[in-house]
């Protein structure tokens, strides 16, 4: 229990730190898709491959940044509430059970938002400084 | 569960030999690394995010990899076969520790060149563990033929690089077509339903195993499961039987109580349908069971019973005058004492109103029936006292005997009856026996009941009159008309013979009535003969004279006949006027308002004082024959008589003397100056036509001298 206690504690603070320091990942897709808003619930289902499509319908394609960026820690930490080594242990299951694969991953910002503004299907995330007119940020609710 | 995990490591490695296969293949003259990226960009490579793909010199040293490598990464050690190499990188036990599958870059060559390998955490062949069926203390595991586990997964827990013995791991052990064996696991202890099964490409074992105790465990606590179930069902079946039980018990005791109540109501019914309710006494209903019970008794042993039948003298002028709550102490009282003048074994009983029933069982002689009579007169006749006065009230009694007197319940009860009214005639205050006289009495009187309510319609009646001679002209002025009754088989019969009888079915009313409109219209017709001009007397009887009716009927009669108000008078008593003086005075000045004369019939009798006549509207005082009969010998008659006339003088009212049978009574009264005489020795009562004779013959003989 005090093992819990203090897991607890510490990933409290780390996801305080993390919203201190990560605030500014957004999500987003291409100017052209007409996805603007997804809930929380919605983007954890595209982005852990329980479902391909967004809610209207049109095919999703995910893409995440490389493992363990800071872009990465931040946006699982932040918008589906996941540590790495959680998602990691997700996608361990998936893909040996052979039901799934994970997200192609980018690596960093810059190719991330290339990738994205280049396909309309396509949903990811980046820190803010890097948005251009190319994309359109998905507000989450 | 075996074959699955089998199945999926097995694919697994595949693709991870697939992997090695297709980078060793693609390398060519470029940097490795070139080469790396273009096959991950191309997306023929497993995901980064768990697998790493790495290419190393002949020393072991990376040349190229998927990921960045940190400063202390671990090298790949040689692979020194053909075929796939594994490695647990790392060392020491426990901590998670990634899986190195390599592959020489160039099979044929002796010399090695580098090797391409896929690493990835051990965590990954075991990620398939499903804590619902293999629990926390089941395993999954892969081991390599060196005898030690590349990872091993227990519930949470990853474990890599514990030694094990192979060989013992494998024997009898694949779990195909057999059971699967109970074993202790070498590593932790843990007594386990294992399977291990060589896989049949790759040089690793796959190891699938179930707790023991855990599964008993689940089984244990299914069955202590079902157990506590069944204990919990048979208490909820207990506490329902107790509690119908219980529901039923208070049912029964509701019914019970309602049973009881009912009983105790019909109890309470049944004592007051067979009791009277002012004295507790037997009612009528339960006196006639008694008293057929006691017939029973009587012929069974031949015995005789007696029937005492009790009827209160007065009562109803006490309750009248006292109040019913008077009346109902009085009967209380009464019961009481009759209670007391009889032994245990009699029985008295209350029949309604004031009669009263006393049975006497095993009579002997008529003595003893006499000595409970005359015991109950005297114990009725003591004095009472109520609303704080004294009084006296007496009882009539009827006597029948079983079975003299009548065999049957009805006859007796009706005999007894009989017997009562017979004391009530006698006199009241006294005890009769019934016998055959006076059932023909009774059945005469029953008999003139029925035929006095046809007489009027037959014409049976008719009316007798008497003449009334002025004492200073020796003239008939006046004649009083008499009722008679011709009955068709018992003769002429007397109004006081029914008279009482007509008073007490009404029958007076009409009679009455019919009275009053023959003597107008005689009295008219005599005028009309030609004979002097008389006063015509009618008597009213005490029911008639407080009618509603009567100043009606006289009015009536007087119109239809066309006689003179003034020669009609009416004959009342005295103690007609003291039932209701109000009433009395009421009607007699309505007569008087109408011309009607009014006469006070047997003045004497009565207990009223003179005085009160001054209050009366008087014509005339009739002095009853009693007074002139013993005239001559009785010196109290006498000065009573003179009394009454003086009395009658001096309030202006006509003196009449009644039943003057001889001309030394004629010569006295005339000596006293009474006005008017009438009886026997003038003329006795006679139909109409002799009447008229009488009369005519009179006034022959006075005009002669």
Known sequence: MPSRLTRLGCSLLLCLVSNLAWADVVVVTSAQSAVTTLSRSELADIYLGRNSRFPGGQPATPVDQRENSPAYIAFYRHYLGQTPTQIKMHWSRLIFTGRGQPPHSEADNETMA?????NSDAIGYLDNAYLDDRLQVVSID | MAETYEAQVVRALREIDTTLRLVRYSLDARPPQEVLDELHQQGMLPPT???????????????????????????????????MGIELLGSGEGAEQPLAFSRRLSEESANPQGAVSVLVDG???????????????????????????????????????????????????????????????????????????????????????????????????????YYLRAWLVSLAGLVILALLGWLSWKLQQVQAKVLEERLDHARRAEYLAFHDNLTGLPNRAYFSRLLTRGMQHARRYDKQLALLFLDLDRFKAINDSLGHDAGDELLQEISRRLGHSVRESDTVARLGGDEFVVLLPEIIEQEQISHVANKILAAVSAPFTLVGQEFRITVSIGIARYPADGEDEQTLMKHADVAMYHAKEEGKNNAQFYSEQLKSDSLERLALESSLRKALERQEFTLYYQSKLDMATGRVI????????????????????????AEENGLIVPIGRWVIYTACRQNVAWLKAGLPQMSMAVNLSARQFLDDGLLRDIKGALQASGMAPELLEVEITESMMMVDMQKAVGVLQELRKIGVRIAIDDFGTGYSSLSKLQALPLDTIKIDGSFIQDLLNNAGDR????????LGKSLGLTIVAEGVESAEQVAYLRQHACDQVQGFYMHE?????????????????????
């Open chain 2, 685 to 705: 009562p006679q139909p109409a036509v002799d009447a008229a004779r009488s009369v005519q013959e009179r006034l022959d003989s006075e005009s002669i001298p």
């Open chain 2, 123 to 225: 965590a990954y062949f075991v990620s398939g563990y499903d804590m619902d069926t293999l629990g926390v203390l089941g395993v999954l595991a892969l081991a390599e033929e060196e005898g030690t586990f590349l990872v091993r997964r227990t519930g949470n827990d990853l474990f890599s690089g514990e030694k094990i013995d192979y060989e013992d791991l494998l024997t009898d052990n694949d779990g195909i077509g057999q059971p699967a064996l109970v074993r202790s696991s070498e590593w932790d202890g843990v007594d386990r339903y294992l399977v291990a099964r060589q896989l049949f490409e790759f040089p690793v074992a796959i190891v699938v195993g179930l707790s023991q105790t855990e599964q008993l465990d689940a089984a244990e606590s299914m069955q202590r499961s």
């Open chain 1, 114 to 118: 290339d990738f994205i503004a280049q």
């Open chain 2, 478 to 501: 006046g004649m009083e008309a008499l009722l008679r009754w011709q009955h068709p088989e018992l003769g002429l019969i007397l109004p006081k013979q029914f008279i009482p009888l």
């Open chain 2, 49 to 83: 995010l768990l697998f790493e793909v790495r290419i190393s010199d002949a020393e072991g040293r990376t040349v190229a990899s998927t990921h960045p490598q940190p400063a202390h990464q671990p090298n790949v050690t040689m692979v020194q076969a053909e075929g």
């Open chain 2, 639 to 646: 000065s009573l008589t003179e009394a009454i006339i003086d």
